[in-house]
């Protein structure tokens, strides 16, 4: 697949960069290292994320934090049942002096977007992404408007509160690379955020990575080597989420429809991003365990049965891993 893995020197820059980015990043947060770990990699891949927890788990702070360590233009958007698809992306706007019609572009036109409890605005606002998070453009009128580069999305949702919500359509969710479920910390974490915000003080953050910097581990990340047993591993796991039959998995009743193509390339991407983290220019079969309960909880859509059963896609995954064999 790939030819010309990168040099050990670029994997060291790549993961000095990276270090130099937590530590930033952990002058606020604390503790949450599988959250910070599944932001750089929506950052590294140019994927989109999904973060779901209940209210107080810093989902919010987690987001503001990194782009405030990022040389990135930064914007967020609350979603409430009163928004409007013409406040997500803009408008025309008419000038009676001029007697013409100007583009107004909305906060979408921005390199991270903080798309705050999306779920809390009907399916035509949150349609008004599709088109950026897909294709990062926007249509306004009858102009076609492209998006600074690096773009991003960061959506958080609560998934405890339904009264006044609007779960997200299939072909929205989709498009998030990853869907990430926040946890609770642990207990000493939950002291170590006791003693630190329970005070009175400010913590200073600095931009530590440039949109230049990052556009170019992106570039790195194409050269990160995913050898074809890898690669059929990947397809054996999005593969029998559809057909698992094939596999021997008496799981089929459980699954009314199996992941989509996009988490074929996901899983790819994710992993490979994985392995850049880990300071190696080569993704592994653990890679992809790492990063699979993310990259394909919200592309499995379950049975009546399976939800009878109590059953929930994150055991589908833990079925899939333990019963495909690994190369």
Do not use: W
Not at 49 to 57: M, R
């Amino acid at each position: 697949m790939n030819t010309t893995p990168p040099s050990p020197q670029q994997i060291n820059e790549q993961a000095a960069l990276i270090d130099t980015l937590r530590q930033e990043i952990h002058k606020v947060m604390v503790g949450q290292e599988r959250l910070l770990d599944r932001m750089l990699i929506a950052l590294i891949t140019g994927g989109h994320i999904l973060l779901e927890g209940v209210p107080g788990l810093a989902k919010t702070t987690a987001v503001k934090t990194l782009a405030q360590t990022l040389g990135l233009k930064f914007h967020r958007i609350t979603f409430t049942p009163d928004l409007l698809p013409a406040d997500v992306i803009g408008t025309m706007i008419y000038n009676p002096k001029e007697g013409s019609f100007a583009p107004r572009l909305g906060p979408v036109f921005t390199n991270l977007l903080l798309a705050d409890e999306i779920n809390r605005a009907p399916a035509k606002v949150q349609s008004a992404l599709l088109e950026a998070m897909q294709e990062h453009q926007v249509t306004i009128g009858d102009r076609t408007y492209p998006l600074p580069e690096p773009f991003m999305v960061m959506a958080t949702q609560n998934p405890i509160e339904q009264e006044g919500t609007y779960p997200l359509p299939e072909a929205q969710v989709d498009r998030f690379m990853i869907k990430h479920k926040v946890d609770y910390p642990s207990r000493d974490d939950e002291r170590r955020i006791m003693n630190r915000f329970t005070r009175r003080q400010t913590f200073e953050l600095h931009p530590v990575v440039s949109a230049e910097q990052i556009l170019n581990m992106r570039g790195l990340l194409d050269q990160v080597y995913c050898d074809e047993k890898v690669g059929e591993y990947i397809l054996d796991l999005v593969t029998a989420t559809r057909k698992p039959q094939d596999f021997g998995l008496k799981i089929g009743h459980l699954i009314h429809y199996g992941a989509s193509p996009r988490a074929t390339l996901y899983l790819n991407l994710a992993s490979r991003a994985n392995a850049l983290l880990h300071g190696r220019a080569y993704a592994t079969p653990q890679d992809i365990k790492d990063v699979a309960h993310d990259v394909l909880r919200h592309r499995i859509i379950l049975t009546y049965e399976a939800e009878a059963e109590g059953i929930d896609s994150d055991a589908v995954v833990t079925t899939l891993l333990n019963e495909i064999p690994v190369p």
